[in-house]
Nanobody, 125 residues
């Protein structure tokens, strides 16, 4: 069992920045992915960024590429999502999720087994 806790959400004006944190605890397995997902008002959940915690490789959804950066601190079992140049459409509940590395970096929900409760991000004009 893996527990994930997100933090760092809040309200920010368009063009601003936020850094989200995801703390993992419990039986974290070797060779796994941490993905960041979001669900905006009236929308489905979509993956925006993922990191391979063993190799440090990352992958981003086109909508956030160049604006969001995912990183990790393995000593603290923490993964971060730095969000810059935020847009109104980035408003969403943001979740981190953990899953085994099977077929490479994935932004698909079914690649992940454990989910946090989410942290809200609101971007205003």
């Amino acid at each position: 069992q893996v527990q994930l806790v997100e933090s760092g959400g809040g309200s920010v004006q368009a063009g601003g920045s936020l850094r989200l944190s995801c703390e993992a605890s419990g039986n974290t397995y070797n060779n796994y992915l941490i993905g960041w997902f979001r669900q905006g008002p009236g929308k489905g959940r979509e993956g925006v960024a993922v990191i391979d915690t063993t190799r440090g490789h990352t992958y981003y959804h086109n909508s956030v590429k160049g604006r969001f950066t995912v990183s990790q601190d393995n000593a603290k079992n923490m993964v971060y999502l730095q969000m810059d140049s935020l847009k109104l459409e980035d408003t969403a509940m943001y979740y981190c999720a953990a899953g085994p590395y099977r077929y490479g970096l994935s932004l698909e929900e079914d690649a992940y087994e454990y989910w946090g409760q989410g942290t809200p991000v609101t971007v205003s004009s």
